[in-house]
């Protein structure tokens, strides 16, 4: 291996990077003039003391951990495998928790790819830390995609650990797109921006596939609310394009 790859898989250069990325997320919230609706739900819980799942969609969480600014304790799901390193190291500097694992999509054809990646680990440790009174932050849909389309995990979450859903969405009106499968925004400074909550959604323990396929639908339908009323907010409708290049 050469000095250069060495450095760039290096510790340091992991913890250095993920500095860099907390403190330009941090210069994002700081800066941009942030509109909260329905902020009472989370405030609520908050409150009263009690664990909730965060819910988002692939690409659209850079900020969101930014809001959570109560003492209360969270945990993210952060992939074991890829850029899961860094994103770990963002969210020690941004004073959140992380579990390590993934999801696992439905489907035993797709079970061979999910080997190692920790996803009955991550869950169970997920059930344990909302048993704990530690909230969760995940991402409703699984890489590769399709992206947008809740998966069963999160609702099985829910399902064993007695504790609801809540969609949440944050953008802001200057942003970058990149062109990968989620869409994943880059959101810039110095912008309107916008942070929308959506009404909690339960799930009974003795839920059966019919009434799971119907609350998974209920996540889906409510992170996509939530989507597009913060991007109405912002002043883009959800049908904006602006995939590769900066948006104002």
Same mark, same amino acid.
């Given at each position: 291996?050469?000095? !250069? ?14 500095w860099?990325?907390a ?14 609706? +329905? #902020?009472?739900?989370?405030?609520? /819980?908050?409150?009263?003391d009690?664990?909730? *799942?965060?819910?988002?969609?692939? $690409?659209?969480?850079? %900020?969101?951990?930014? /809001? ?5 304790e ?14 770990? $190291? *963002?969210?020690? /500097?941004?004073?959140v #928790? ?11 054809? +797709? ?19 909302? $048993? ?7 991402? !409703? ?7 947008? +389309?809740? #998966? ?6 829910? +399902?064993?650990?007695?504790?609801? %859903?809540?969609?949440? !969405? ?52 409510g ?5 597009? @009323?913060?991007? !109405? ?9 602006? @995939? ?5």
């Amino acid at each position: 291996m050469s000095t !250069a790859k060495k450095i760039l898989k290096s510790e340091g250069f992991t913890t250095f990077v993920s500095w860099i990325i907390a403190l330009f997320i941090r210069l994002v919230r700081r800066t941009g003039r942030f509109e909260v609706r +329905r #902020g009472d739900i989370a405030a609520r /819980f908050w409150a009263e003391d009690k664990p909730f *799942v965060a819910a988002t969609w692939h $690409g659209q969480n850079m %900020i969101l951990p930014t /809001f959570w600014h109560n003492w209360r304790e969270m945990r993210i799901l952060v992939s074991r495998h890829g850029d899961g390193e860094i994103v770990a $190291g *963002v969210m020690h /500097f941004l004073g959140v #928790g992380t579990i390590r694992g993934a999801g696992v999509p439905k489907g035993e054809e +797709r079970t061979y790819k999910q080997k190692g990646k920790g996803g009955a680990g991550a869950l169970r440790a997920m059930v344990r830390a909302l $048993g704990e009174n530690i909230s969760i932050g995940l991402t !409703a849909d699984l890489p590769p995609g399709p992206a947008r +389309r809740a #998966g069963e995990g999160i609702v099985m979450l829910a +399902r064993l650990s007695g504790r609801p %859903i809540v969609p949440v !969405a944050a953008t802001t009106r200057a942003r970058i797109r990149l062109n990968n499968w989620d869409s994943f925004t880059i959101n810039l400074p110095f912008s309107k921006g916008a942070l929308v909550w959506g009404e909690p959604i339960y799930v009974s323990r003795d839920a059966d596939p019919d009434e799971i396929e119907a609350v998974r639908q209920r996540v889906e339908d409510g992170l996509n609310a939530v989507a597009a @009323e913060a991007e !109405a907010i912002v002043g883009r409708t959800s049908a904006a394009r602006d @995939e590769g290049a900066v948006a104002h």
